[in-house]
């Protein structure tokens, strides 16, 4: 029986399967001093998690290259600086399996907030689900990240949304979409056709979130943006939310405000940068 967690069990399945076939074969023959022969990369994945005795160890080893690392962080939504060392990226890894904290593939704009019945109780931790939620979603469309592809589409918009998207990189570029299916192909096609990586910061500087009288819900996030391994800037999205009566009561994007920007210092993380009137007026013009 291996001597890993549950949790580290599934995250070190998921982190192993970004190695190469070459690197997972040569870690095995490692980790069992060849005593364990392996005839493909699935066996060597298997037999390299039975005979690890701890998911340091395991994590510490030189074929889990720091790259690797930190595109499993990517992945699970956790934002590091792009020159973090492989120690510190082990540390961030071992912490998240161990709070438990790694989002379950489910539809987090269906009502997981208790106490209240809109569904409010608790705005910031309704915000930071739906960030892991649609970022999870979003980035598994890059064939890169090696992630099982979700079900994204038109479903989670409404059909009068709307995307306003923002480019400071290189000359300054306004595009408009509208529609439910428009603005989720072009997001879609951020990923899929241009290989982005989106990941949110969701630390208290990098989400904020507020509602309206009348039902509307605005989480506003900053990122980094990456592509393999190289950080290629910053983004700042918001979004606002609705609920759908006809459809489950599940909240849907109603609008989307989505800018990014090149060339940021490495050792900054991005924040929000927009206060409670800006939010309220990006979608009240």
Same mark, same amino acid.
């Given at each position: 029986?291996?001597?890993?967690?549950?949790?580290e069990?599934?995250?070190?399945?998921?982190?192993?399967?970004?190695?190469?076939?070459?690197?997972?074969?040569?870690?095995?023959?490692?980790?069992?001093?060849?005593?364990v022969?392996?005839?493909?990369?699935?066996?060597?994945?298997?037999?390299?998690?039975?005979?690890?005795?701890?998911?340091?160890?395991?994590?510490?080893?030189?074929?889990?290259?720091?790259?690797?690392?930190?595109?499993?962080?990517?992945?699970?939504?956790?934002?590091?600086?792009?020159?973090?060392?492989?120690?510190?990226?082990?540390?961030?890894?071992?912490?998240?399996?161990?709070?438990?904290?790694?989002?379950?593939?489910?539809?987090?704009?269906?009502?997981?907030?208790?106490?209240?019945?809109?569904? /409010?109780?608790?705005?910031?931790?309704? *915000? =930071? #689900?739906?960030?892991?939620?649609?970022?999870h979603?979003? +980035?598994? $469309?890059?064939?890169?990240?090696?992630?099982?592809?979700?079900?994204?589409?038109?479903?989670?918009?409404?059909?009068?949304?709307?995307?306003?998207?923002?480019?400071?990189?290189?000359?300054?570029?306004?595009?408009?979409?509208?529609?439910?299916?428009?603005?989720?192909?072009?997001?879609?096609?951020?990923?899929?056709?241009?290989?982005?990586?989106?990941?949110?910061?969701?630390?208290?500087?990098?989400?904020?979130?507020?509602?309206?009288?009348?039902?509307?819900?605005?989480?506003?996030?900053?990122?980094?943006?990456?592509?393999?391994?190289?950080?290629?800037?910053?983004f700042?999205?918001?979004?606002?939310l609705?609920?759908?009566?006809?459809?489950?009561?599940?909240?849907?994007?109603?609008?989307?405000? /989505?800018?990014?920007?090149?060339q940021? *210092? =490495? #050792?900054?993380?991005?924040?929000?940068?927009?206060?409670? +009137?800006? $939010?309220?007026?990006?979608?009240?013009?």
């Amino acid at each position: 029986m291996s001597a890993l967690s549950e949790k580290e069990l599934n995250g070190c399945r998921t982190l192993l399967a970004l190695l190469s076939a070459g690197d997972l074969l040569a870690l095995s023959d490692t980790v069992t001093n060849r005593l364990v022969c392996v005839e493909s990369p699935r066996e060597a994945l298997e037999a390299i998690i039975a005979y690890s005795q701890s998911a340091e160890e395991l994590l510490k080893r030189r074929r889990v290259h720091r790259e690797v690392i930190f595109k499993y962080l990517a992945k699970e939504g956790v934002v590091v600086p792009p020159n973090s060392e492989k120690h510190q990226l082990v540390k961030r890894t071992l912490e998240l399996w161990s709070s438990g904290n790694v989002v379950p593939l489910q539809n987090a704009l269906s009502d997981t907030s208790a106490g209240r019945p809109d569904g /409010l109780a608790d705005l910031t931790a309704l *915000g =930071r #689900e739906f960030c892991q939620w649609f970022f999870h979603l979003l +980035n598994s $469309l890059n064939p890169a990240t090696g992630q099982l592809v979700q079900e994204w589409g038109p479903q989670h918009f409404w059909g009068d949304v709307r995307l306003l998207l923002l480019s400071h990189i290189g000359e300054q570029q306004r595009d408009e979409y509208h529609g439910a299916e428009l603005v989720s192909q072009r997001l879609s096609a951020l990923v899929w056709e241009e290989k982005l990586i989106f990941c949110p910061n969701l630390e208290h500087s990098s989400l904020k979130c507020l509602s309206t009288p009348h039902g509307l819900v605005l989480v506003a996030v900053a990122g980094t943006i990456h592509r393999e391994n190289v950080c290629l800037g910053v983004f700042e999205e918001v979004f606002g939310l609705i609920r759908d009566p006809l459809d489950g009561n599940r909240w849907k994007i109603k609008f989307v405000h /989505l800018k990014i920007k090149g060339q940021i *210092g =490495r #050792e900054q993380l991005p924040v929000v940068t927009y206060d409670s +009137n800006d $939010l309220l007026q990006l979608f009240t013009k």
